[in-house]
């Protein structure tokens, strides 16, 4: 793809040794490794850790990879594309035999001190270990994996007596991880295991330079006043602590928001205090009129900074520094008992999806952007994190972008073993670092606005020893938001009940399931769900699926697909989708058939999802939330993503993002109702509304326009209901318009019916779908003669970035409609798909006589000129220049 280099071919890095600053306050990431089998190392820590030993054999590897991200780093694999087929089946390394991952590893690398750093302290700090490890320093053993151990825990050791000015070693003996024996990582049914469970520094290590007194935690809470939001006031707190063995005076100064903080505390040997600011002992931190943080749509998202530094003896000793936002963030249940979030006092409706990182938990900064511009793009408010929770870089790219996040612990494997027994699968060893991972990821989360709870469970509440455990850490971090037993309808002691629902399903239903009034349907808050399979493109289908793979995909709708599911029988085939796809809209003919046909279904279907939770957000039984399983994948994966690992947008994503609009109209499946929705806060005024039922040869049997409507902030509007119409074809189309009281373009929408209604057999309904007695009928839809459409585009260079404007036109004299027209561009003719790519809209069905205006806007690279692509349901493919109109470049 354009922008990322391929997943399995990270550039090698050259290895010196890391230069540490010898700045007080200096903080600096080791960058590099070179890593080793202890099975083939088999010299002691002591010896590995001295000037001296020879590493040939060894591999160099980035700050923060895994083993097998640092393997595929290297090339380690016979066929180093273990993302294709089933290749990671048989993951083979040159001249190894037996499983590479059931010794330990080593982490070796040096880093040097320069002579002005006499007199500093030396801190290591360790972000997380999967699943623990040994540490060495020049020759030394300065931690045990019995206390360095668990996915999240930060570790500080003070390393200052064992090292010196000059070239240091640093050696790291890191044990093999197993989710289901350690509080590491696991994956259970999203995709398959990683052949080394991700053993290795994830979260990489840092070496920090202080003085006497160290700073760490700086924290900045904020009260709001509601509902007027005109005053906050804050608390600010940061942690000293005297590394030295005599006593120290240290002035602590700095800025929260730009108001100047002092404060000399004395410090005991060895001694740690929390050092706290309030309005009560330096007035300006109550502030007037504060820049008060907006989720995405609802207003904007401005950060204050807070700044810290401690001085002995008029010296420099250590820096701390955080951002933060003020806003308030509560939540109650409603009358139905389901968790219901306000924002600054505002009620919203929680629209997101579930978060995956990478399946090899490699580091990779622009991949994120670019994820995070897709959320934004498609209108998503908030990210749910089930475990796999991320580096500082996501909750900061949260806060700056308005996309709240739901954190909280996964389900499944050794965290939640002890859910069944009362706790008695764990020692006291997994309860101090399921607390340290609780500590950690506390002081990571609380200063971000865009954090708004935690779940403390996923799929089963912990049970009562380590809930209030949990309960207890986060309180004594000053925790301020929502803690939630679990995503599952369970409740602790603690949090009472979740005020979450976890019903199903995963796997496929009909559009019209989501405004049901029974299991997943859009009522109360849904913490996961979704209609299944989404299958992506064909180009990324022929990328990841071997030539067998691609005919059983649309050939034998019970043949098990790696991609979908590597070990749940549930997931391993699709066949309530494949069955579905066949009924509804014929028999596949072909792969192209199979994957166009899905295109048309994962649109709808997600549309629906979220329209459905749309038009029930202030009703009396109101929906509160929705999270689609899944945002995105860890892999290739033929389920559960809102857009595909390639980061090629398709069906679903296209989907989400209509539902998903600001201002937006839509069709309810149930009632026929046209609802307005508007997500944002201010009202607005004097909308137009046309509404058409076509029949399938693009006649209108019904019309009706509607003018001077009034929509108000944060509500739904029910504009008209949709009455019985006579004379339908079969297959039919809803067409809605939704214009300024100017006449811009506000929303649009086409929906694809059938007379031929989907049947849902509730009764026999299990954990993940509710089967069907009946099947709508689109089967008609094969039957449209080919459409034209014309294709206009130009591009104008934006900084770095391209910005293409398309015009889809189907001209009057055509005869019939252009059915969901898919617009990509490549970089020049033949080149590759420009990845990512932000579209205005895209997937879009036209009439006769109508046209539309698309932009996208990704990455420019070289001189070429962009070429883009339209293809359709019954639009033949064609491709136009997108020659460049004069733009700025700055």
């Not at 509304?689 to 003018?707: I, P, T």
């Not at 086409?750 to 709508?776: E, F, H, I």
């Not at 055509?814 to 790519?837: C, E, N, Y």
């Not at 033949?876 to 997108?882: D, H, R, T």
Request: with cysteine; hydrophobic share 40%; aromatic share 10%.
């Amino acid at each position: 793809m354009a922008l990322f280099v391929a997943p399995d071919a990270h550039t090698q890095t050259s290895y010196v040794a890391t230069r540490v600053p010898a700045d007080s306050g200096s903080v600096t990431a080791i960058n590099h490794w070179l890593i080793q089998d202890s099975a083939k190392a088999q010299q002691s820590g002591a010896d590995i850790s001295a000037t001296g030993y020879a590493t040939k054999e060894w591999l160099p590897v980035s700050g923060k990879a895994t083993v097998m991200a640092g393997l595929l780093e290297n090339h380690a694999f016979k066929n180093n594309d273990v993302f294709f087929s089933d290749n990671l089946r048989a993951v083979q390394v040159p001249e190894s035999s037996g499983n590479l991952f059931v010794t330990p590893w080593w982490y070796r690398t040096e880093f040097t001190l320069s002579k002005d750093a006499a007199g500093k302290h030396t801190l290591l700090h360790t972000n997380g270990m999967i699943s623990s490890a040994d540490v060495w320093v020049n020759g030394h053993q300065v931690a045990d994996h019995g206390e360095l151990a668990g996915a999240y825990p930060v570790h500080e050791l003070d390393v200052t007596r064992w090292v010196h000015a000059g070239t240091n070693i640093l050696a790291m003996q890191v044990y093999p991880a197993d989710p289901r024996t350690s509080l590491s990582i696991g994956w259970v049914d999203w995709n398959p295991t990683p052949p080394d469970n991700n053993m290795g520094p994830w979260r990489g290590v840092d070496i920090a330079q202080t003085g006497p007194v160290s700073l760490s935690f700086p924290e900045a809470l904020s009260t709001l006043s509601l509902p007027d939001l005109s005053r906050a006031t804050l608390t600010v707190k940061v942690t000293a602590k005297n590394l030295d063995t005599v006593a120290h005076d240290a002035t602590i100064t700095g800025t929260a928001a730009g108001v100047p903080l002092q404060q000399t505390v004395h410090l005991a040997p060895g001694q740690t205090q929390v050092v706290s600011f309030t309005p009560s002992t330096t007035p300006g931190l109550a502030l007037d009129h504060p820049k008060i943080w907006w989720p995405l749509g609802m207003g904007e998202h401005p950060l204050y900074q807070l700044e810290m530094t401690a001085a002995v003896d008029g010296a420099t000793s250590d820096h701390a520094a955080s951002s933060f936002g003020i806003r308030s963030v509560t939540s109650s249940l409603t009358r139905q008992g389901y968790r219901q979030f306000f924002v600054n006092g505002k009620p919203l409706l929680i629209r997101g999806g579930g978060w995956a990182p990478d399946m090899f938990l490699r580091d990779d900064p622009a991949r994120m952007d670019a994820e995070f511009s897709y959320v934004v793009n498609m209108g998503l408010n908030t990210i749910r994190s089930e475990g796999k929770l991320e580096n500082p870089r996501f909750y900061e790219l949260a806060d700056q972008n308005g996309i709240m996040v739901l954190a909280g612990w996964e389900c499944c494997d050794k965290w939640e073993s002890a859910a069944k027994t009362g706790g008695s699968t764990w020692t006291a060893a997994d309860m101090k670092v399921a607390q340290d991972s609780m500590a950690s990821e506390a002081r990571l989360l609380r200063n971000h606005p865009s954090v708004i709870g935690f779940y403390i469970g996923s799929d089963n509440a912990p049970p009562p020893p380590i809930a209030k455990m949990y309960v207890d850490t986060l309180r004594a971090e000053d925790w301020s938001l929502p803690i939630i037993s679990a995503a599952a309808d369970q409740g602790t002691a603690e949090t009472g009940p979740s005020g979450m629902k976890m019903a199903g399903p995963y796997d496929w239903i009909p559009p019209s399931y989501w405004y049901a009034d029974k299991l997943g349907g859009a009522f109360g808050f849904d913490s996961e769900v979704s209609a299944g399979a989404d299958i992506p493109r064909l180009e990324d289908v022929q990328h990841m699926l071997g030539p067998q793979e691609q005919e059983a995909l649309w050939k034998y709708p019970n043949a098990r697909q790696y991609h979908a599911s590597a070990d749940w029988s549930e997931f391993a085939v699709l066949t309530p989708f494949d069955n579905a796809l066949a009924a509804r809209y014929g028999a596949p003919t072909s792969l192209a058939d199979y994957v166009a046909k899905a295109q048309l279904d994962n649109y709808d279907n997600v549309r629906a999802q979220f329209e459905a939770f749309n038009a029930r957000m202030d009703a009396a039984k109101p929906a509160t939330g929705v999270i689609y399983w899944m945002l995105n994948n860890a892999w290739p994966s033929l389920h559960w993503h809102l857009y595909d690992y390639f980061m090629n947008p398709a069906g679903a994503y296209f989907g989400a993002k209509k539902a998903n609009e600001l201002v937006h109209i839509q069709y309810s499946y149930d009632s026929k109702d046209i609802v307005l929705v508007n997500h944002a806060l201010d009202d607005v005024h004097g909308l137009q509304a046309h509404v058409r039922v076509r029949n399938l040869d693009g006649s209108v049997r019904y019309e009706k326009q509607l003018q001077g409507i009034d929509l108000a902030g944060n509500r739904t509007k029910q504009l008209t209901t949709l009455p019985a119409v006579a004379g339908l074809s079969p297959t039919y189309f809803v067409e809605l318009d939704l214009a300024s009281a100017d006449g811009k373009p506000v929303s649009r929408n086409v929906y694809w019916l059938s007379t031929k209604q989907d049947v849902l057999d509730w009764a026999k309904s299990n954990w993940y779908l509710t089967p069907l007695k009946q099947y709508g009928d689109l089967t008609a839809l094969t039957s449209l003669p080919a459409a034209t459409s014309e294709v206009h585009a130009t591009t104008q260079r934006e900084g770095n970035d391209n910005v293409t404007t398309v015009t889809l036109s189907v001209p009057s004299s055509s005869k019939t409609v252009a059915l969901f027209q898919h617009v990509s561009i490549r970089q020049k003719a033949k080149g590759d798909l420009a990845l990512p790519i932000r579209w205005s809209d895209n997937d879009v069905t036209l009439w006769p006589g109508e046209s539309i205006v698309l932009t996208a806007r990704y990455a420019a690279q070289g001189t070429d000129e962009p070429v883009v692509e339209v293809s359709g349901w019954n639009v033949s493919p064609q491709s136009v220049a997108a020659g460049a109109t004069h733009g700025t470049d700055h």
